[in-house]
């Protein structure tokens, strides 16, 4: 371990101008890593096309940018580095860039997604912290760029990202930083003290899965809710400690899901899994699982679903990409949409419409509806491939493509 310190009605986006200071996408899937947008709503009509503002090259990777209504911040790979850029959010203009030595050679089967990180950064308290593709976790100045801290886990773990890279996000809670680290077999939930790194609690268990962390109160206690390679699972959000799980096996151990947690209901899925909801207890003899309901007739692979009005809505990988909704309240499936809609989507979800960024390039709206699918408007927003989350702004969206980051907004 190493250390360094220094078609329908249509909808608007009608998003207000962050206050000064005000963090409006800080994080993965937004400020309750939840992919829930307040100021998207419908209205009466739609424009022909978006506006591009601006684009500009960024580096390789999947990772969505992040901002804090002043600047954009991408996380990416330059050759054998990976590198953090500050972007001015009305010019484009890159403010800083920084990076550090990160050769990685890909697993061959995940060649086609590139070398490039697949970790959101997470924005908080003027501090930038990024995961690494091979497990480094750094915090940078969020203002000069300048890096604070850096660890790479190297003697703390055989390996130090899992098989086909790290991606899980690390998140800031609790006056602490969490991360999912170490690879395949070995690995952890450790919390950090964001402003040195310095290590508060480990829970080491089997490897991290691909899927992001969100932290939650179930029954009363604070904790963080994640998929690891073989488990969905909670750990006390104030020493690491486990307090339940359930068993999750997927092929090629590839728990890639976001759970969803709702009034104390935690639901997720996998790869030909299906989809579970369970609401964890605590007892006199510690934790217990309820389970609450199941749906098998959909599944996620790598595409997190999103909660609105009482609805969970998702692409499920079967028929070649099917969006689909649930009642989440007793699992019952609603509807589902014709196949071969995307390989995965970037959703998100505000009042009435439902927001679903394709590996495609096509920027899909829906109306939220529990009667059908209904697409109200479509765009292509790049000319390569978008897997990265789209970040909202005033009027509009941040998408990153393969390479470059471009600001679209609603004319």
Same mark, same amino acid.
């Given at each position: 371990?190493?250390?360094?310190?220094?078609?329908?009605?249509?909808?608007?986006?009608?998003?207000?101008?962050?206050?000064?200071?005000?963090?409006?996408?800080?994080?993965?899937?937004?400020?309750? @890593?939840?992919?829930?947008?307040?100021?998207?709503?419908?209205?009466?009509?739609?424009?022909?096309?978006?506006?591009?503002?601006?684009?500009?090259?960024?580096?390789?990777?999947?990772?969505?940018?992040?901002?804090?209504?002043?600047?954009?911040?991408?996380?990416?790979?330059?050759?054998?580095?990976?590198?953090?850029?500050?972007?001015?959010?009305?010019?484009?203009?890159?403010?800083?860039?920084?990076?550090?030595?990160?050769?990685?050679?890909?697993?061959?089967?995940?060649?086609?997604?590139?070398?490039?990180?697949?970790?959101?950064?997470?924005?908080?308290?003027?501090?930038?912290?990024?995961?690494?593709?091979?497990?480094?976790?750094?915090?940078?100045?969020?203002?000069?760029?300048?890096?604070?801290?850096?660890?790479?886990?190297?003697?703390?773990?055989?390996?130090?990202?899992?098989?086909?890279?790290?991606?899980?996000?690390?998140?800031?809670?609790?006056?602490?930083?969490?991360?999912?680290?170490?690879?395949?077999?070995?690995?952890?939930?450790?919390?950090?003290?964001?402003?040195?790194?310095?290590? @508060?609690?480990?829970?080491?268990?089997?490897?991290?899965?691909?899927?992001?962390?969100?932290?939650?109160?179930?029954?009363?206690?604070?904790?963080?809710?994640?998929?690891?390679?073989?488990?969905?699972?909670?750990?006390?959000?104030?020493?690491?400690?486990?307090?339940?799980?359930?068993?999750?096996?997927?092929?090629?151990?590839?728990?890639?899901?976001?759970?969803?947690?709702?009034?104390?209901?935690?639901?997720?899925?996998?790869?030909?899994?299906?989809?579970?909801?369970?609401?964890?207890?605590?007892?006199?003899?510690?934790?217990?699982?309820?389970?609450?309901?199941?749906?098998?007739?959909?599944?996620?692979?790598?595409?997190?679903?999103?909660?609105?009005?009482?609805?969970?809505?998702?692409?499920?990988?079967?028929?070649?990409?099917?969006?689909?909704?649930?009642?989440?309240?007793?699992?019952?499936?609603?509807?589902?949409?014709?196949?071969?809609?995307?390989?995965?989507?970037?959703?998100?979800?505000?009042?009435?419409?439902?927001?679903?960024?394709?590996?495609?390039?096509?920027?899909?709206?829906?109306?939220?509806?529990?009667?059908?699918?209904?697409?109200?408007?479509?765009?292509?927003?790049?000319?390569?491939?978008?897997?990265?989350?789209?970040?909202?702004?005033?009027?509009?969206?941040?998408?990153?493509?393969?390479?470059?980051?471009?600001?679209?907004?609603?004319?």
């Amino acid at each position: 371990m190493s250390r360094v310190t220094s078609w329908g009605a249509a909808v608007l986006l009608g998003l207000a101008s962050p206050a000064p200071g005000q963090e409006p996408w800080p994080q993965w899937r937004g400020p309750a @890593r939840d992919g829930v947008v307040e100021d998207l709503s419908l209205r009466a009509s739609w424009p022909a096309r978006l506006e591009r503002m601006w684009s500009v090259p960024v580096g390789e990777g999947h990772a969505s940018p992040v901002t804090d209504g002043q600047r954009a911040y991408v996380f990416s790979r330059a050759g054998d580095t990976e590198q953090v850029l500050g972007i001015d959010l009305d010019s484009g203009a890159v403010v800083w860039r920084r990076s550090y030595p990160a050769p990685y050679e890909v697993h061959p089967a995940a060649r086609s997604h590139g070398p490039g990180p697949k970790a959101t950064p997470a924005l908080a308290g003027g501090r930038l912290y990024t995961l690494g593709i091979d497990g480094m976790l750094s915090c940078f100045d969020a203002a000069s760029g300048t890096l604070v801290w850096q660890e790479s886990f190297d003697g703390e773990f055989p390996r130090t990202s899992p098989t086909y890279g790290a991606a899980a996000s690390p998140i800031a809670i609790g006056g602490a930083l969490i991360a999912a680290v170490g690879g395949s077999g070995d690995g952890a939930l450790v919390a950090v003290e964001p402003s040195s790194g310095e290590r @508060r609690w480990t829970w080491r268990g089997e490897g991290p899965g691909y899927a992001s962390p969100v932290a939650v109160a179930l029954d009363g206690v604070e904790q963080v809710v994640t998929q690891t390679e073989s488990r969905v699972l909670g750990v006390a959000l104030e020493d690491g400690r486990l307090l339940w799980s359930v068993p999750l096996r997927t092929p090629y151990d590839q728990n890639a899901v976001t759970p969803v947690v709702s009034d104390g209901i935690v639901v997720y899925s996998g790869l030909d899994q299906g989809i579970r909801a369970v609401r964890p207890r605590r007892g006199p003899g510690g934790w217990r699982l309820e389970p609450v309901w199941s749906v098998d007739e959909a599944s996620l692979y790598m595409s997190s679903p999103v909660l609105a009005e009482g609805t969970l809505y998702g692409l499920s990988h079967r028929r070649n990409g099917q969006y689909f909704a649930v009642n989440a309240e007793n699992g019952a499936l609603l509807w589902t949409s014709p196949g071969r809609q995307a390989e995965n989507a970037a959703l998100l979800a505000g009042a009435g419409v439902l927001l679903a960024l394709t590996d495609a390039a096509e920027l899909l709206l829906a109306e939220v509806s529990r009667d059908a699918f209904t697409p109200v408007a479509s765009y292509t927003v790049a000319d390569a491939a978008t897997w990265a989350h789209p970040a909202p702004v005033p009027g509009g969206f941040l998408v990153r493509d393969a390479s470059t980051l471009a600001r679209w907004r609603l004319p």
